[in-house]
T-cell receptor, first 114, second 113 residues
Framework: DTAVSQTPKYLVTQMGNDKSIKCEQN?????MYWYKQDSKKFLKIMFS???????INETVPNRFSPKSPDKAHLNLHINSLELGDSAVYFC?????????????FGPGTRLTVT | AQSVTQLDSQVPVFEEAPVELRCNYS??????LFWYVQYPNQGLQLLLK??????LVKGINGFEAEFNKSQTSFHLRKPSVHISDTAEYFC???????????FGAGTQVVVTP
């Protein structure tokens, strides 16, 4: 049973295109996150939703738009892709928004922009 | 604002030897502390966390960490490593409200026979 799943696992696209990454969790968690891991393995939070409501919105270009249709799903849409968007994007979930909770990570989506 | 510094970017270690990964943090408020592990081409998995109480925290796979408030450190240790411990290890701090994890730059552990 996959707890946090992401599709696709790999995404190769050209500059200027628009793409989406989907995330689903079957853990019954209330809170979901998007992280970006760059080529040096540095991880940075991008967004967080709690019960479909945006609670964390870091300094991310507005070309990135998260959408949470329900508690179990958090998708990431990226417009006008740039070379610098190449990275591994991780989705995560936790039981709630409190900092005490462990976050459960998906396997990642490796985005390559050419 | 919080920040996390992992003092070693890479730690080579022989199988069955002990390993220590160093982590220091800074924060103007109380935080929670975590260690996550990332095996090659996988997502992150929690090793252990410190919320309060005993400063020595035991985690999965034989790892433990010690919280030192005066030195603002949270070092990770394992007395005897296996080849399967080869991975990237991340120290992280979280604020107490929204679960916003701030990660260190990671320490790559390479275990050789």
């Amino acid at each position: 049973d996959t707890a946090v799943s992401q599709t696709p696992k790999y995404l190769v696209t050209q500059m200027g295109n628009d793409k989406s990454i989907k995330c689903e969790q079957n853990l019954g968690h209330d809170t979901m996150y998007w992280y970006k891991q760059d080529s040096k393995k540095f991880l940075k939070i991008m967004f967080s939703y709690n019960n479909k409501e945006l609670i964390i919105n870091e300094t991310v270009p507005n070309r990135f738009s998260p959408k949470s249709p329900d508690k179990a799903h958090l998708n990431l849409h990226i417009n006008s892709l740039e070379l610098g968007d190449s990275a591994v994007y991780f989705c995560a979930s936790s039981p709630g928004a409190s900092g005490t909770y462990e976050q459960y990570f998906g396997p990642g989506t490796r985005l390559t922009v050419t | 604002a919080q920040s996390v510094t992992q003092l070693d970017s890479q730690v080579p270690v022989f199988e069955e030897a002990p390993v220590e990964l160093r982590c220091n943090y800074s924060s103007s408020v109380s935080v929670y502390l975590f260690w996550y592990v990332q095996y090659p081409n996988q997502g992150l998995q929690l090793l252990l966390k410190y919320l309060s109480g005993s400063t020595l925290v035991k985690g999965i796979n034989g790892f433990e960490a010690e919280f030192n408030k005066s030195q603002t450190s949270f070092h990770l240790r394992k007395p005897s490593v296996h080849i399967s411990d080869t991975a990237e290890y991340f120290c992280a701090v979280s604020d107490r409200s929204w679960g916003k994890l701030q990660f260190g730059a990671g320490t790559q552990v390479v275990v050789t026979p």
